[in-house]
């Protein structure tokens, strides 16, 4: 009886000293806010409306990248090329040739390469011409790339691999992290790992995980959005908090998965599901001014009154800058002769510094 009581007593205590330690770190945190509009995180949003052919419609833009006078995007598996203004230059890939599923603009040797079908890579010039096609593997369906990244001109992907477990007979799938130089033969292999988030249980992420750079490090690591939204904010100041205590030891040779994307002002997260917008979410967390959003709805487009931003996409490796786009009503007070318009208006978001 006496063992029992102490075994409850000291449950009891770790609890207590687990949610102890919860409040204190999140109300460390003068503001959390479940609602904010963009200029509490943005200096400038600057829109572009996208301007296309009668042969070419753009219903949505995702992926996009500056380069030069270039914005570059997808749409519906299709890459395209347009200018800063907006203006349509030419559509760079075919859909009935291959379905886009990501790329990375070299701008040493003015190229775009293409991460298409399974793990064809397309090498295509700026005005659309297909240079050179390569075949990587076999076609294995037990092996596949899920993003690419181009950092200090070599080439990062994210990939799952088959691996065998002798010992227990057993296979399972292994998320990797491979990074090649840019004709694409392979340099290393990284193991892709869970972060240490300071506890024991992680929800599954709910997307393919993409790479970002740590900007004052260097040090390459990946990003999903997590599925439980409601320990971001406990997460992102465990993980502030070993950054502060120089604990954040890296493993030589994996590549560390995080929750948040990592600016060097703003940590954030972004989920959307259009089939389940009740699950979408945005995080924001101020690092300097000890300020945090954790926003359902999005955050408010209060520069061209646009509604909620429903998700926030980064535009380089650094997250220096974000993007989303609008179309429709919703832009009918900022832009009311696009608002009848199928091509959406891009903007762009300039994080304050």
Not at 146 to 171: G, R
Not at 234 to 252: I, M
Not at 291 to 309: A, C, I, K, L
């Amino acid at each position: 009886m006496k063992r029992t009581f102490l075994i409850l007593l000291a449950v009891t205590a770790f609890v207590c000293i687990q949610q102890g330690y919860k409040l204190m770190t999140e109300n460390n945190y003068s503001e959390n806010h479940t609602s904010g509009s963009l200029s509490d995180i943005a200096d400038e949003v600057v829109a572009i409306p996208l301007k296309t052919t009668e042969q070419y419609t753009i219903n949505d833009a995702k992926n996009i990248r500056k380069e030069g006078d270039n914005l570059f995007l997808l749409s519906e598996e299709t890459l395209y090329r347009f200018n800063r203004k907006g203006e349509f230059i030419c559509r760079i890939t075919d859909p009935e040739v291959i379905k886009v599923a990501g790329y990375v603009v070299n701008p040493v040797s003015q190229q775009l390469i293409v991460l298409g079908n399974i793990d064809d890579i397309h090498y295509y010039s700026y005005e659309g011409r297909l240079i050179e096609k390569k075949k990587l593997k076999s076609d294995l369906p037990e092996h596949r790339m899920s993003s690419i990244a181009m950092y200090k001109n070599h080439i990062w992907t994210t990939e799952e691999c088959l691996k065998e477990d002798s010992a227990n007979h057993v296979s399972y799938m292994e998320k990797q992290v491979i990074e090649y130089d840019s004709s694409f033969q392979k340099l290393e292999t990284h193991k892709l790992v869970q972060a240490d988030l300071g506890r024991t249980n992680y929800g599954i992420s709910c997307q393919a995980p993409v790479l970002g750079v740590a900007e004052d490090t260097g040090v390459v690591y990946a990003y999903s959005p997590t599925s439980e939204p409601g320990r971001l904010l406990r997460d992102t100041l465990f993980l502030k908090e070993q950054k502060e205590n120089g604990e954040q030891a890296l493993c030589s040779d994996d590549i560390l998965l995080y929750p948040v994307r990592f600016g060097s002002r703003f940590w954030i997260s972004s989920y959307y599901n259009k089939k389940d917008e009740d699950s979408s979410y945005t995080f924001c967390c101020d690092i300097q001014t000890n300020r945090s959003w954790q926003v359902q709805g999005g955050f408010y487009d209060n520069f061209y009154q646009t509604g909620q931003v429903a998700k926030l996409e980064a535009m380089d490796l650094y997250n220096r800058s974000y993007c989303f786009c609008k179309s429709g009503e919703e832009i009918n007070k900022a832009f009311p002769e696009h608002a009848n318009e199928k091509s959406p208006v891009l903007f762009i978001v300039k994080l304050k510094a």
